[in-house]
Nanobody
């Protein structure tokens, strides 16, 4: 049973938008920082965006600033990634991550102990 489940991926053309969602299973008793990471073929998994438990602190990787927006709805145990102006270089498997440790926000993979299975986003030129 996956404790984090992503949805909303797919194939779009350059310039289009997509909304990714991540829902946390109730077996995760405490959720603090959450984040999105991605991995392109032949590359290491990299940070995309992160958000604090209250949503007031967000961080973004430089290449997505101004195009992607991270948000969360704690009442539904969900996190979102709104992706606008998508580019072919955004093509990757996107992963949702979360931590139950008291952490405001982090771009470091090692700070997250919960991970989703990943979802494909493909942007055609």
């Amino acid at each position: 049973q996956e404790q984090l489940v992503e949805s909303g991926g797919g194939l779009v053309q350059a310039g289009a938008s997509l909304n990714l969602s991540c829902v946390a299973d109730e077996s995760i008793l405490v959720l603090h920082a959450m984040g999105w990471f991605r991995q392109s073929p032949g590359k290491e998994r990299e940070f995309v965006a992160s958000i604090s438990s209250t949503g007031d602190i967000t961080e973004y990787e430089d290449s997505v600033k101004g195009r992607f927006t991270i948000s969360r709805d704690n009442s539904r145990r969900m996190m979102f990634l709104r992706m606008n102006s998508l580019k072919p270089e955004d093509t990757a498997v996107y992963y949702c991550a979360a931590t139950g440790r008291r952490l405001l926000s982090s771009p470091r993979q090692k700070d997250y102990e919960y991970w989703g299975q990943g979802i494909q986003v493909t942007v055609s030129s």
